[in-house]
């Protein structure tokens, strides 16, 4: 059987980084930045006043309490200014530009609040509640590096330095086609011999979490021309696709007797436990990387977190790698097969600790969605004593 880390390399080699693409920033949030990012002029642009308030000299105030003369009001957005004489002040709001000749903000709160004339109470030091233009950036500084991933704050910077568009790697587009003659969409009954098809659901919820767009792309029978022709109709719009089921050793096995004769798509035993037969290759002219996904529930959901995420984040530009794993300490013995490695489903408690979940059954999507971890027994290991030091994946 194969290794998970050889199929994971077998993956990451297979798939590449999609194309730059240019976006409006409103589209930008959840890609990753494919080009360096500066400021083309120093942030903030001019030196302007944290506080309202009102501008001065410094020296003119040393010896405060003073009276002065105001002689102007200088709102945020005000351009051309006069410049601050010895011995006077101007009104001045929060982010409007300070006036030549001035050198430091004297807070309104210390003052009389005069307009004409005002009463200053304390002595205000040079560069008080003054902003320093480039304080925040130089005009050149890099603000964003490649590889950058685009969150609220990153968008927030790139609209501050003055863009409107940004080139990134796009959000890679995901088709996830499940397959089963006895898969019924949720929210209509159940026949007899059916059950509610939820695979996608689940799978296109890990692509969206993980940065991609995911389409559910409906249920194909057990019926290898039929997935074909869904297939075909839906590399359209595909960067990658999914499917479920229909890979393992049965009479009706559509994904692997459609895929199968093409030559570009692999079906293997992965030596793990859940997710045992796996998938994956490239389809179409364009060369689609496809995964064919085994049907149990928590074996695709298993398979999604090992292989399309790390698979997804380098389409993404993001740095390559395998889903990340902490250590944890067990609360109880667990058990997995020989040979294999195992994910088995857990719960973190408290201080570190992490305990398997009662049901470990690969169609037990219940304990699945009771579990908020991954415990990776290694292939080598069989039986594990409560309090022993595990890695683990968090869901
Ligand atoms: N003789 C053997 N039988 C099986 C083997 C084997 O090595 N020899 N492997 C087992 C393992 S391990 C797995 S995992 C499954 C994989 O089976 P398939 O990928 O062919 O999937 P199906 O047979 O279509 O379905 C398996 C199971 O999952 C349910 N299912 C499928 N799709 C969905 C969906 N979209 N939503 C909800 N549930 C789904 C399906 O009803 C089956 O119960 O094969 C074992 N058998
Ligand atoms: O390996 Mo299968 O994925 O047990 O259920």
Redesign the pocket.
């Known amino acids: 059987m194969k290794s998970v880390d050889d199929h994971l390399s077998d993956i990451l080699r297979t798939v590449r980084v999609l194309a730059p693409l240019e976006l409006e920033l409103e589209r930008a949030l959840g890609t990753t930045l494919a080009e360096e990012v500066a400021a083309p002029v120093a942030m903030p642009p001019f030196d302007n006043s944290a506080m309202d308030g009102y501008a001065v000299r410094s020296e003119d105030v040393a010896d405060a309490p003073v009276t002065l003369p105001v002689i102007d009001d200088i709102a945020a957005g005000d351009g051309r200014l006069q410049a601050i004489g010895p011995g006077m002040a101007m009104r001045i709001m929060t982010g409007a530009p300070l006036p030549a000749g001035a050198d430091a903000v004297v807070p309104v709160e210390w003052t009389d609040g005069g307009t004409a004339r005002v009463a200053i109470g304390r002595p205000a030091v040079k560069g008080n509640a003054v902003r320093r233009s480039g304080e925040d950036v130089r005009a050149g500084d890099v603000v964003l590096p490649v590889g950058t991933p685009i969150g609220p704050a990153q968008l927030g910077v790139l609209a501050g330095v003055g863009r409107r568009r940004v080139l990134v790697r796009p959000r890679p587009r995901v088709v996830v086609i499940?397959?089963?003659a006895?898969?019924v969409e949720p929210g209509l009954p159940l026949g007899p011999g059916q059950?509610?098809?939820?695979?996608?659901f689940a799978l296109v919820a890990g692509v969206r979490e993980a940065g991609g767009e995911g389409y559910r792309a409906g249920?194909v029978g057990d019926d290898a021309a039929g997935f074909l022709d869904q297939l075909d109709a839906q590399l359209l719009r595909a960067d990658l696709v999914i499917t479920?089921?229909?890979?393992?050793?049965?009479a009706y096995?559509p994904?692997?007797e459609a895929l199968g004769p093409l030559g570009t798509v692999r079906f293997e035993?992965v030596a793990m436990?859940?997710?045992?037969?796996q998938g994956f290759g490239v389809v179409g002219e364009d060369q689609v990387p496809i995964f064919a996904?085994?049907?149990?529930?928590v074996?695709?959901f298993v398979s999604f977190v090992l292989f399309v995420r790390p698979a997804l984040r380098k389409m993404q530009g993001l740095p390559e790698g395998p889903t990340p794993t902490v250590r944890a300490v067990t609360t109880g013995p667990l058990r997995s097969p020989e040979g294999k490695r195992s994910y088995l489903r857990g719960v973190f408690g408290p201080g570190g600790t992490v305990g398997p979940v009662r049901r470990q059954g690969?169609?037990q999507l219940a304990a699945l969605a009771a579990a908020n971890a991954l415990i990776v027994v290694p292939e080598d290991v069989t039986e594990l004593p409560e309090g022993t030091d595990v890695e683990v994946i968090p869901l």
Do not use: A, D
């Open positions: 499940s397959t089963g006895e898969l059950i509610w098809e939820s695979n996608s249920i479920s089921g229909g890979v393992s050793m049965g096995e994904v692997k035993r436990q859940p997710g045992m037969p996904l085994p049907g149990n529930p074996s695709s690969s169609h």
